[in-house]
């Protein structure tokens, strides 16, 4: 929804906030505000997207709050996400974040103090630096903090930070969601929850496109906007029989709802690569390839709308990957589960940030609702990764049955495929990348970069050629994270 930045303890900053907030623009072309006092500049820029949002700005007397994200607290009739945020600091101080139900990035500054703030999966991004001589900076992206900060760090997830005293975790609040004992119940509590979930981004009347891969997630979420009542553009990209095209179709005319198909080729790939990362704000080869198809998703949605509905989050929440299938124990396949949903922020997740933030498109995740991440936490793992005898096992199982009579039958039984390769993008990367990287330059001493990350190929190293060339600085090298815990 929205680009926050703030620098602290340095005076007369209002230009160079001006400037960060240029640098991100993209994450909220239609408004911008700026706040100055004495010792703090700071601002935000936002999109037109309803009431509830507003400009992600509130203010009481010496308090402000900028903030990016959507929340779904109960609130007062015309009272904005940043208004509710104000309203819970005053109530909890510096609690408040764990009060906070949904997506959010936000800052709470006053004269003299900056409080950071994200949310518990990492969803909306954060980071702070050093400002050249002195003083804490902050801003959503790290592209905005490129030449302005001596050193830069992301605010993990669940996780505050006080300019006065340093970082403090806090404890989300999830809801209380019965479970049920039995795996009949349990399907039916987690429909009424994704349901009930896809119901409250649709209730400002701001969603006007849905994500269509024609994969178990993006169908499901699309089902469930029709289960409500609804319809809207469904968008799907990708190379020219891909496999995802035709899922897709098969998925949007089960549902009888408008379809658009953006088609690309091997040569707009080539060209949106340095883009992409630097948009990305990553080299790890696995998020490039998803990032790439994200951007010409959202590219393809801004034709029609601001603001979509995406199917992230499916995947970690309820055993999508297939590298859990070769795991020994359920034990084993928890603690990978757990891992693959701790590093989200920086790789699932943030791949769909700045893709869809690239183009000026505000994402909404049901699948990331508190109530939805509640009731996956109590599912047991073999009711999500189900063993169905001779060594195969069946991904999303308990999703799968949860949606069954929703779906056409091609989509409940089509198996996990990774975004990039179902639009045909992994396909093309390597021979793209080998016309662009110098084949000596990959070697195993090249391969081990400055902070001691191994690229694992040619496409890999030109990536990260291309990344250095606009975040010099090691620091933005140390942001980088491994989507494969392999790798």
Not at 54 to 75: H, K, Q
Not at 206 to 233: F, H, N, Q, R, Y
Not at 255 to 263: A, Q, T
Request: aromatic fraction near 8%; hydrophobic fraction near 40%; glycine fraction near 8%.
């Amino acid at each position: 929804m929205a680009g926050i930045a703030g620098v602290l303890g340095n005076t007369q900053q209002r230009s160079k906030i001006e400037g960060m907030l240029g640098t991100i623009e993209h994450r909220g072309p239609d408004s911008l505000k700026v706040h100055s006092t004495r010792l703090f500049s700071g601002g935000v820029r936002t999109s037109d997207l309803s009431v509830a949002r507003d400009n992600g700005f509130a203010r009481d007397g010496r308090i402000v709050v900028l903030f990016d994200g959507e929340i779904y607290n109960a609130r007062s009739a015309g009272q904005s996400d940043a208004d509710v945020v104000l309203d819970l600091y005053r109530k909890y101080k510096r609690t408040f974040a764990s009060h906070l139900e949904g997506v959010f990035a936000c800052a709470i500054c006053d004269d003299t103090s900056v409080l950071l703030a994200r949310d518990a999966v990492g969803v909306r991004p954060l980071y702070r630096g050093t400002v050249q001589g002195g003083g804490l900076c902050f801003a959503s992206e790290a592209k905005a903090l490129v030449g302005v900060a001596e050193d830069v760090a992301e605010l993990p997830p669940a996780t505050t930070y006080y300019s006065q005293n340093g970082l403090a975790g806090y404890l989300p609040r999830y809801p209380t969601v019965a479970m049920g004992e039995v795996f009949e119940d349990a399907a039916k509590t987690l429909r009424k929850s994704l349901i009930r979930a896809v119901a409250r981004r649709l209730d400002d009347s701001a969603v006007g496109a849905c994500l269509l891969s024609g994969g178990l997630d993006s169908s499901i979420i699309a089902a469930a906007v029709k289960e409500l009542g609804g319809t809207m553009p469904l968008i799907t990209v990708g190379m020219e029989n891909a496999p995802d095209l035709d899922n897709a179709r098969i998925m949007a005319e089960h549902l009888g709802m408008e379809h658009h198909v953006f088609l690309y080729d091997a040569e707009q790939i080539r060209q949106s690569v340095p883009r992409a990362i630097w948009m990305l704000e990553s080299f790890d080869e696995d998020c490039v390839s998803g990032a790439i198809s994200n951007l010409f998703a959202s590219r393809k949605a801004s034709e029609f709308t601001n603001c979509i509905l995406s199917g992230e989050g499916g995947d970690e929440l309820f055993g999508g990957y297939h590298l859990l299938k070769d795991l020994p124990s359920e034990a084993d396949k928890l603690k990978m589960m757990d891992h693959l949903i701790e590093i989200a922020h920086n790789t699932a997740v943030q791949r769909l940030d700045r893709a869809m933030m690239g183009n000026s498109i505000n994402y909404r995740t049901p699948f990331i609702d508190t109530s939805v991440i509640a009731f996956a936490l109590q599912i047991p793992v073999r009711w999500k990764i189900h063993d169905a005898g001779n060594g195969k096992f069946v991904e999303k199982y308990i999703l799968r049955e949860a949606f069954r009579d929703l779906l056409p039958d091609s989509i409940y039984r089509r198996e996990k495929l990774r975004f990039s390769a179902g639009t045909g993008t992994d396909n093309l990367m390597d021979d793209v990348a080998a016309n662009q990287a110098e084949t000596g330059e990959f070697n195993e001493t090249s391969r081990i970069t400055v902070e001691g990350y191994t690229l694992n190929s040619p496409k890999e190293q030109w990536y990260y050629n291309l990344f250095k060339e606009k975040f010099p600085a090691a620091c933005f090298e140390r942001l980088v994270g491994r989507w494969d815990p392999d790798k």
